[in-house]
């Protein structure tokens, strides 16, 4: 190949390449916004992958953001108050076992420290003067409680708390008031008694008025509000009362109350009238305050 084929065939590439961009500022200028177009639609459909992801990981961070609430709840307004959800309970089975209550044996020593029956000091004691206290609040109008004495100048008023079981019989006490009752110069005596539960089989009311102090008389059951109560009256000028009521709870606790006109005081003249009538008696003894079960 000589000189002038070389240049022949230089100038044939060159008609047949692409001729160079234009230099006009205009078509640059235009080539410039379309390259960076695309550049954003291929950054855009980059950034769509993991938006794609986090769409369907969304629901699970919702829920352990919301403490596993659904996700129909966020969207359906929740203000993030925790929904009750309804679980399945299971009651815990109980592992104690009861305790049988104590058996009074021979020369078992008085309970709770004490040198004989008789709790003079502590809970116990306390109790009876409280039950004293709700017998006062229970005079009627008309009548009086005045602190009366003894010739020997001992208190006409007094409680006693005490540990009544024998030889082979459960433990239970009795708690007793006892107070005088004046209208003018004459005085009367009433009397309130609450056993706790002996283990005993229940009796009939009048069997329960019969029980106190081995009292004797005619027995009524007088229903008040549904609940039993024996009232007995006794006969005769010798019994230390002459009217009480008896009222024995469910659960074992017995309760009695007795007046007697004329007072264990001789130097006192006695009520020309009872304090209370018998209905008056028998819904009295069933008022709670004067229960003591333990």
């Known amino acids: 190949m000589n000189e002038e084929d070389l240049n022949e065939a230089f100038r044939d590439v060159m008609v047949r390449s692409t001729p160079p961009p234009s230099?006009?500022?205009?078509?640059?200028?235009d080539r410039a916004r379309r390259t960076r177009k695309r550049r954003r639609v291929r950054w855009a459909a980059v950034?769509?992958?993991?938006?794609?992801?986090?769409v369907g990981a969304a629901p699970t961070v919702i829920a352990n953001y919301s403490g596993h609430r659904s996700v129909g709840q966020m969207v359906a307004g929740d203000t993030?108050?925790?929904?009750?959800?309804?679980?399945?309970?299971?009651?815990?089975?109980s592992t104690v076992t009861p305790v049988a209550p104590n058996t009074r044996k021979s020369k078992d020593p008085w309970p709770e420290g004490q040198v004989d029956r008789t709790?003079?000091?502590?809970p116990r004691a306390t109790r009876a003067v409280t039950l004293m206290q709700d017998l006062r609040?229970?005079?009627?109008?008309?009548?009086?409680?005045?602190?009366?004495k003894y010739p020997d100048g001992r208190r006409m008023s007094y409680p006693q708390s005490q540990y009544a079981s024998n030889d082979g019989e459960q433990d239970y006490w009795e708690?007793?008031?006892?107070?005088?009752?004046?209208k003018d110069d004459r005085?009367?005596?009433?009397?309130?008694?609450s056993t706790t539960p002996d283990g005993k089989p229940a009796t009939t009311p009048c069997k329960a008025a019969e029980k106190f102090w081995g009292g004797t008389g005619t027995c009524a059951v007088v229903d008040?509000?549904?609940?039993?109560?024996?009232?007995?009256?006794?006969?005769?000028?010798?019994?230390?009362?002459?009217?009480?009521?008896?009222?024995?709870?469910?659960?074992?606790?017995?309760?009695?109350?007795?007046?007697?006109?004329?007072?264990?005081?001789d130097a006192r003249s006695p009520l020309k009238q009872p304090v209370f009538t018998a209905d008056q008696l028998a819904e009295l003894v069933t008022s709670p305050k004067f229960k003591i079960s333990s």
């Open 80 to 93: 993030g108050t925790a929904q009750p959800t309804t679980q399945p309970t299971t009651r815990p089975v």
């Open 137 to 148: 609040s229970a005079v009627p109008a008309g009548f009086g409680t005045p602190d009366l």
């Open 224 to 265: 008040v509000g549904g609940k039993k109560v024996g009232v007995l009256t006794t006969k005769g000028s010798d019994a230390r009362y002459d009217q009480w009521a008896a009222y024995r709870y469910d659960d074992g606790t017995v309760v009695v109350l007795a007046q007697t006109k004329k007072s264990d005081n």
């Open 47 to 54: 950034a769509a992958v993991p938006l794609v992801v986090g």
């Open 23 to 29: 230099m006009d500022p205009a078509h640059a200028l």
């Open 119 to 122: 709790a003079t000091a502590g």
């Open 175 to 182: 708690y007793t008031a006892t107070i005088p009752v004046q």
């Open 187 to 193: 005085v009367g005596q009433l009397l309130v008694q």
